[in-house]
């Protein structure tokens, strides 16, 4: 039994640093499993979450609801504590052996879901960092993306997406473009305007960019004032025509043809550095 008070800000403070600890210390060996099981079923459902759906809303999900839980368990530690008379607790709980079982236990759980957690974030999503200038002016050297990993295994291309893709001409190498017409579209270029289907999507242009609508996608590309016309083809089914946003200087589908779909390894989806330019990538346009 226990012979001494417990302490409520010692056992607040065990739980912020392990959820189900100040209960432990408070005797309470029933609630500490408790909350130890109901952080390792909520770990894995996040996992399940980050695995299927977006991962800058998981992460925040995973904040906010972590921070609660976290909470949540200090303030009842707290409680415990307070109302922890001899009759309440478990011999148990006053052997060293206890703690040190309990806390190896509990590490090993998060250890092994964390790791869980890691290979399913990865099977979803990729990070990268760009090099050169090709997308200027929404991409510049230098930029580190999330992208969304094998996008198109569920879900269809849209015309105006940002992907990455392993290059035709350098296996080694990824690079990013722009998907500008679908299979069975024809795509071209004539008096510095993208024509898709034999329509312009040119939004407006001054001399040095051109605002250009695809789909649900607005975007800002530079170059286009200086290129030659290109004849208007037509794109085989099951492939997407690339373009660059810097078209001045680039190597795309005019280069080395339609690609594949099953090609593309990823769709951008969050540039999370440098901080001044921090934000989501294909956001479709809200005008």
Not at 55 to 71: D, P, R, Y
Not at 162 to 183: C, D, K, M
Not at 227 to 249: A, G, I, M
């Amino acid at each position: 039994m226990i012979t001494k008070p417990r302490s409520p800000i010692l056992a607040a403070f065990l739980s912020f640093l392990l959820p189900e600890l100040g209960q432990l210390y408070a005797g309470r060996l029933a609630r500490a499993l408790a909350f130890a099981a109901i952080g390792s079923a909520a770990l894995l459902l996040l996992g399940t979450f980050i695995h299927s759906g977006n991962l800058i809303g998981s992460i925040w999900t995973e904040v906010l609801l972590g921070t609660l839980f976290s909470a949540i368990a200090i303030v009842d530690a707290w409680i415990a504590a307070k109302r922890a008379p001899a009759e309440y607790a478990l011999t148990e709980c006053n052997r060293t052996s206890t703690y040190l079982w309990f806390v190896a236990l509990a590490l090993g759980c998060s250890l092994a879901i964390g790791l869980l957690e890691a290979r399913r974030m990865q099977d979803h999503m990729r990070t990268f960092q760009i090099a050169g200038n090709a997308m200027n002016p929404t991409l510049v050297n230098g930029d580190f993306i999330f992208v969304d990993h094998q996008p198109y295994l569920k879900d269809d291309p849209l015309v105006g997406e940002l992907v990455i893709f392993r290059s035709p001409e350098n296996r080694a190498q990824h690079w990013t473009s722009r998907i500008v017409a679908l299979g069975g579209q024809t795509v071209g270029i004539r008096d510095g305007a993208l024509l898709v289907d034999g329509a312009p999507v040119a939004k407006n242009s001054t001399d040095n960019t051109t605002t250009e609508t695809l789909g649900d996608f607005t975007y800002e590309v530079v170059g286009m004032a200086a290129l030659k016309d290109v004849p208007p083809v037509t794109v085989p089914q099951h492939q997407v025509f690339l373009l660059s946003d810097n078209r001045r200087n680039s190597a795309d589908s005019r280069r080395y043809g339609a690609v594949s779909v099953s090609a593309i390894n990823g769709k951008l989806s969050h540039r999370y550095f440098p901080r001044t330019r921090m934000g989501p990538l294909n956001e479709p346009s809200t005008d």
